[in-house]
């Protein structure tokens, strides 16, 4: 039945239940919202009462569930809050003020920190599916995820997992959806809001009466092309701009006069030619305030951005120097990239840069990697081709980066010797992409990684028809293991390889006939799947090479 409540919210969150289902609903919403395992009496006829009060409606329910999940789990606690729903009108009202009225509640149950977050969701066509990451990234460049110093020597939490906790409390409160997870099952991949819920956030927002500090109004000019969304502060004197594939180029005067830009992102990204439009003043002040930008071209005047944290870039032809972007935290290149920095000045410049992907495996990373820049990356994709003789070179200094957890390599159709690369100790995910002439003594060297917990091989090509997965205590902590589209008949390992693995998909590998005996005892977690479909998209959506690196 629970599982039914939330299908029927996640279809149909207007439509009421029939009421001969209210009870058995009531008696669900009591046992969603305890941790015991039989809910006590008093608890389940409070939450019928709730259900009633609701009129059914199940995204109210879903919603009041997610208050009360965070209240203490007491009657009378729980009665506090059914004694508050009939001072929201419900009764005898129109569905659709009672739904706004009980997310009015929700909204304002938050913590006054999580407040700005929520409401920032509104910048974000209705409907459309958002990357967390990128709207972590976001939040960071708007200010809404700076750390709390505690006065204790331990150092502060770092805002992208500040995010990650905002945002799984959120989903926990049922103010966002999830739509993708990640490919542990844990991870929020990509979310949405309702479209009341977005109509809350807009209306919120511009309340005239809205004396938070931190209110930013959200406006939609409508000459600017199919979408846009100015994002203003009144107490920062601080503005971002949201717009869609079709922009004109009347969107540089609807920034505000005296403004400082935290955020542009264009759906497929910008020229920095697009900026000439700027007056000299409001480009000084463009180029030392912009925290987050997506841009279609990259070109020399990117070095000037020194406070950008965030930077994607569609498409790069030429070198690109990073050396100068002091803040720089997330860069990705759609196509990869070649870059040099100073190497002089580096290591006080770049010391905050976590992601980045894709670059070029020839380009002078190897000396970097070695004089110790870069010590805090956590993602790295990288692009190998065959006449990059650097690469292998460059492989070797991955060991250098301590901090790295995720490790994307596109081998473009070229054969790496994996087994003579030391790889990072904390690395939890490594994807190999296009590659050639993997051998069992390559996954044994992967096997080797004691903290690895996914591995995906994609889109490559073995040169043993038998491959062998690792010897015994081989790849001691690797939950998820993905395969697709490679030509392989048999998989073996000795026993003990893999103890903790729990989940195991193989995708387009016509010629796999056995595999191994761990895999073979996962029962229903064992997955070989010919053909997508929406079935089964869950369990692919998130084997794409390239997902986990895109900011």
């Not at 809404?144 to 906790?165: C, M, N, T, V, Y």
């Not at 542990?184 to 309702?194: E, L, P």
């Not at 001691?476 to 697709?484: A, G, T």
């Not at 005892?521 to 929406?534: I, K, M, P």
Request: net charge negative.
């Amino acid at each position: 039945m629970i599982r039914w409540l939330m299908l029927q919210s996640q279809r149909n969150l207007i439509t009421t239940f029939p009421l001969w289902l209210k009870r058995k609903v009531g008696n669900c919403f009591a046992m969603m919202c305890s941790t015991e395992k039989n809910c006590p009496p008093e608890l389940e006829r409070i939450g019928r009462s709730i259900v009633e009060t609701c009129k059914g409606l199940p995204l109210a329910i879903k919603t009041t569930a997610g208050i009360v999940t965070k209240r203490e789990r007491s009657e009378d606690a729980w009665e506090d809050i059914m004694n508050l729903l009939p001072y929201w009108g419900v009764a005898e009202e129109v569905s659709s003020v009672v739904m706004m009225e009980i997310l009015k509640f929700s909204y304002d149950d938050l913590p006054n920190k999580m407040k700005p977050c929520f409401l920032y969701l509104g910048v974000f066509p209705e409907d459309e599916e958002i990357r967390v990451r990128d709207l972590i990234r976001l939040w960071m460049a708007e200010g809404f995820l700076e750390a709390i110093q505690s006065g204790r020597s331990k150092a502060p939490p770092e805002p992208e997992d500040i995010g990650e906790q905002y945002l799984k409390e959120l989903v926990d409160r049922n103010l966002v959806q999830v739509v993708k997870r990640r490919s542990d099952g844990k991870g929020v991949k990509t979310c949405q809001i309702h479209d009341l819920f977005r109509a809350l956030c807009i209306s919120e927002s511009n309340k005239p009466d809205n004396n938070n500090n931190n209110a930013h109004k959200l406006s939609f000019p409508n000459n600017l092309g199919s979408y846009a969304c100015l994002v203003t502060c009144n107490q920062s004197c601080t503005c971002s701009l949201f717009l869609a594939n079709d922009v004109k180029y009347e969107w540089q005067h609807h920034i505000p006069k005296d403004c400082r830009v935290k955020v542009l992102r264009f759906a497929n990204g910008l020229s920095l030619n697009d900026l000439s439009g700027l007056t000299d003043e409001v480009f000084e002040r463009l180029i030392k305030s912009l925290r987050f930008l997506k841009i279609g071209e990259s070109s020399d005047e990117l070095s000037m951005f020194q406070s950008v944290e965030t930077c994607h870039i569609v498409s790069c032809e030429e070198e690109l120097s990073i050396g100068g972007l002091k803040q720089l935290r997330h860069l990705h290149c759609d196509l990869g990239v070649s870059f040099w920095v100073d190497e002089g000045g580096v290591k006080d410049k770049m010391q905050n840069l976590q992601t980045l992907s894709y670059a070029y495996a020839y380009s002078q990373l190897g000396s970097l990697f070695n004089n110790g820049c870069f010590r805090n990356l956590r993602k790295l994709g990288l692009r190998i081709h065959e006449d990059h003789g650097s690469a292998e070179e460059n492989l070797r200094s991955l060991h250098c980066l301590s901090n790295l957890r995720k490790l994307t390599l596109i081998c473009e159709r070229c054969s790496i010797p994996f087994d003579s690369i030391l790889f990072p100790s904390n690395l939890i995910k490594v994807t190999l992409t296009e590659f050639k002439d993997l051998k069992s003594k390559d996954m044994n060297t992967f096997g080797q990684i004691p903290s690895l917990q996914i591995l995906k091989l994609i889109y490559g090509r073995c040169e043993e028809e038998t491959l062998n997965c690792g010897i015994a205590g081989s790849f001691p902590r690797l939950q998820v293991f993905i395969m697709e589209r490679l030509r392989i008949k048999c998989l073996t390992s000795e026993e003990g390889a893999m103890p903790r693995l729990r989940r195991a998909v193989f995708y387009r590998c016509p010629e796999l006939k056995e595999v191994t005996k761990q895999m073979s005892s996962l029962g229903s977690n064992l997955e070989f799947v010919e053909h997508r479909d929406a079935f089964l998209e869950d369990i692919f959506n998130d084997i794409e090479a390239l997902d986990d690196m895109e900011p």
